[in-house]
């Protein structure tokens, strides 16, 4: 299969803000921060398009962002942005599109509909915003970009609320979004995206250090992903999350490959699956190739709410590559971010002591254990060390021995 190409950076460039909540209830903020999640995630299905992840546009919330500090702050030409406002049974839609480097508006439109009619309006945002900036997409093109819909919109109502919190830091709130998650899944058993997400939220659970299962969790990952697939086989979230559990807990390198270059067919914009197949490639000793990937997945998300992810694999990226001082300086960025992340503190160990910074190694090797007290290498070389190339994995052992970690 030829190696998926990288999106250029003189592509036409948008970042979607969440809309703006106008109405009278603060709890509806999940609603205006989520009704943006098709029309972003139409607008990525498009290879013409560079165009920031969710993830990093939640921050601009608010009536009066100025679309020319978006635009420097993410490296866009154009910022979508506007407000919502719900009353009894219908919802009013205002949408404006900006040129991020003069502020001028290049489209406005105001739509007032009933919730049932909401995927029409996605829809309709979507095919007139992209000639505007993308005039050379083929309307063939821009109708297979658009986004498979729910049959019911109240599991499309539990998701969004689901996707408000799945990122946070407090554990409690963090579990609530598994809740809603298994709502929207019971309420449309064939709408794939709750179920990705509930894959994608059992990996998060993992990373976080909040697992009390791990191994549990990462198989309940395995099974909810390839349900997602099968439900909607174009499914980026479910083809990406599946090859990043098959790279790294089955070490079946290839078959993830295939499911990652699915994924970026699919949504050539999905900054989950440019990061985690950088992690791949590292494994294999393509580090060169999973430093460019890992490169374009924070370019797309450069503000990720799980930004600590983005850093660690860009530190497993530079390892690989032989360049430990950036593995170290993405090591400390991403532990710094996340601190109970113990693939960071593995490689930040790693690459201190090829540094001879030992005492510093020492430290990384101390935070290892401290995580996880029952940490061995040999345990650890049968089961869990990613690596297939022998000439990483053999010096990454000798090098985590050399930090101090027990054998």
Known sequence: MAPIP?????????????????????????????????????????????????????????????????????????????SVSKAAQRLRVSAQLYDAETGSSLWTKTMEFGPGDLFAVQDQVVRRVVPRI??????????????????SFTAYDWMLRALHIINSLDVNTFLQAREFLNRAMTEDSHFAMPVAWAARWHCLRIGQGWSPAPD???????????????????NALGLATYG???????????????????????????????ILSSATLSYVGRGAEAVERAGQGLRLSPHDQSIFYYYAFLSIAHYSNGNY????????????ENPVYT?????????????????????????????????????????????????IKTRYLQQLKKAGLPN
């Not at 803000?17 to 603060?26: A, K, S, V």
């Not at 919330?61 to 030409?77: K, S």
């Not at 083929?138 to 729910?150: C, H, N, S, V």
């Not at 201190?352 to 345990?379: I, M, Q």
């Open 6 to 82: 990288l999106l250029h950076e003189n592509l036409p460039s948008i970042a979607v803000l969440p809309l703006h909540n106008f109405g009278r209830d603060p709890a509806d903020d999940y609603f205006a921060d989520g009704i943006v999640e098709d029309v972003i995630l139409s607008l990525a299905r498009l290879r013409e398009l560079l165009v920031i992840s969710r993830g990093s546009t939640l921050k601009y919330r608010g009536p009066d962002i100025d679309p020319r500090h978006v635009g420097r702050d993410l490296g866009v030409r154009y910022v979508l942005g506007g």
């Open 134 to 151: 993308a005039p050379h997409v083929r309307a063939a093109e821009l109708r297979g970009a658009l986004r498979k819909r729910p049959e």
């Open 216 to 234: 549990e969790d990462a198989r309940r990952a395995t099974e909810l992903a390839t349900r997602a697939i099968d439900l909607d086989r174009q």
């Open 244 to 274: 990043h559990l098959k790279s790294f807990l089955f070490h079946d390198y290839d078959v993830a490959m295939v499911y990652f270059d699915r994924a970026l067919t699919a949504c050539p914009n999905s900054s989950l699956a440019w």
């Open 325 to 336: 001082p950036e593995a170290i300086r993405w090591g400390r960025m991403a532990a710094r």
């Open 343 to 391: 693939t960071t503190y593995r490689i930040l160990a790693a690459s201190l002591a090829a540094t001879d910074r030992l005492e510093e190694a020492r430290d990384s090797a101390a935070a290892v254990l401290n995580l996880e007290p029952d940490f061995r290498l040999g345990e650890y070389e049968r089961t869990r060390q990613p690596f297939q190339s022998l000439q």
